[in-house]
């Protein structure tokens, strides 16, 4: 499990070995190395869309406020924890 905290400088990317499926409008995901279901809300499903090649967490909050009305602090904000576990889970690598 790893216990670090992402920062704006960190390049990320999503892991190539997790299996993905649609379901109304969500994202489910599988990880078979450690037999857990996940589900991503639309605005995670679209965070899971831009991290399929390696991106700036900082360039990833820009791409989101440009696509959704959202102010600068909430989305780093929200989009921070939201990455912070996805890389605890392991569903996503730093590059």
């Known amino acids: 499990m790893i216990n670090k905290k992402l920062v704006l400088e960190d390049t990320i990317v999503r892991r190539e070995d997790i299996s993905t499926t649609i379901i109304d409008g969500e994202l ?3 990880s ?3 037999g857990k279901y996940y589900t991503l809300d639309f605005i995670g499903t679209r ?7 390696p ?3 900082d360039d990833l909050i ?3 406020m440009k ?3 959202v102010d600068r602090a ?5 989009l921070l924890e939201l990455l ?4 605890k889970e392991e569903l996503i690598k730093l590059v």
């Open 62 to 64: 820009i791409a989101l």
């Open 47 to 53: 965070v899971w869309e831009l991290i399929e090649k």
């Open 67 to 69: 696509e959704y009305e």
């Open 74 to 78: 909430t989305c780093e904000v929200d």
């Open 32 to 34: 078979e190395e450690k």
């Open 84 to 87: 912070d576990k996805l890389l």
């Open 28 to 30: 489910g995901m599988m």
């Open 55 to 57: 991106i700036k967490v």
